[in-house]
């Protein structure tokens, strides 16, 4: 059975940088990887994905140039980088494995990963 496993969340100042971290089970080096966040009475946005050997990444607009999708199949781990954070990118952070092609699983769309992790909370203030 797949486990993902957030860390690396918590408060951070505006301009601050956190590292987010999600420990998984060693199938998921053949998955397509992703960071989704979500806030109180919103869906689930997608962030960025990566795909199994690294080769392809996408980064969403709103936080392009700012954030970065790395893994570590070795380590089974998957990291987004965030710098100069904002209050906007406050969230519960979720990351994401799934089987989908990258063409597909780039889409960023939430229904196409079949596991996920508990999440971790990042909370930036002004």
């Known amino acids: 059975q797949v486990q993902l496993v957030e860390s690396g969340g918590g408060s951070a100042q505006t301009g601050g940088s956190l590292r987010l971290s999600c420990a998984s089970s060693?199938?998921?080096?053949?998955?397509?990887m992703a960071w989704f966040r979500q806030t109180p009475g919103k869906g689930r946005q997608g962030v960025a994905a990566?795909?199994?050997?690294?080769?392809?990444?996408r980064v969403v607009d709103s936080v392009k140039d700012r954030f970065t999708i790395s893994r570590d199949n070795r380590e089974n781990t998957l990291y987004l980088q965030m710098d100069n954070l904002s209050p906007e990118d406050s969230a519960m952070y979720f990351c994401?494995?799934?089987?989908?092609?990258?063409?597909?699983?780039?889409?960023?769309?939430?229904?196409?990963?079949?596991?996920w992790g508990r999440g971790t909370q990042v909370a930036v203030s002004s």
């Open positions: 994401a494995a799934g089987a989908a092609p990258w063409r597909q699983c780039s889409g960023l769309v939430s229904t196409d990963f079949m596991y």
């Open positions: 060693d199938i998921t080096a053949s998955y397509c």
């Open positions: 990566i795909s199994p050997s690294s080769i392809f990444t």
